[in-house]
């Protein structure tokens, strides 16, 4: 079975792909949700043991633009590091305050 995402397309009326199809495709084997409120995709997957990464995107030109992440890595001693980051004023950017900052909810 072939899964593939498509869009409809008003002025034709037929479901297209496009470049957006192509890069949603990356996420055909993830837990992914859409939020129509929010206009928001959020990706949520593993990194190892640790608790569960996401990733939230939007839509803008046609294109996934990643909005904020927070991606658990395992590191020694069965401890996993966090990595938040977040778009401000139209540039990602990692936060201080949680980078480096570990989890002891390591799954088993």
């Known amino acids: 079975m072939s899964e593939r ?4 397309d008003p002025r034709s009326g037929r479901f297209i792909t496009n470049a957006l199809t192509a890069e949603l495709q990356q996420f055909v084997r993830l ?13 949520s997957f593993f990194v190892g043991p640790c608790l569960s990464s996401f990733e939230i995107y939007r839509i803008q030109n046609g294109h996934l633009l990643l909005m904020a992440s927070e ?10 590091i ?3 980051r977040k778009r401000i004023n139209g540039t990602l950017k990692a936060d ?3 980078r480096g900052a570990t989890s002891g909810d390591v799954l088993a």
């Open 5 to 8: 995402f498509w869009l409809f």
């Open 31 to 43: 837990d992914f949700k859409l939020d129509p409120q929010k206009k928001q995709i959020r990706v």
């Open 71 to 80: 991606i658990y890595e395992p590191k020694e001693l069965g401890r996993c």
């Open 82 to 84: 966090v990595e938040k």
């Open 96 to 98: 201080p305050g949680k």
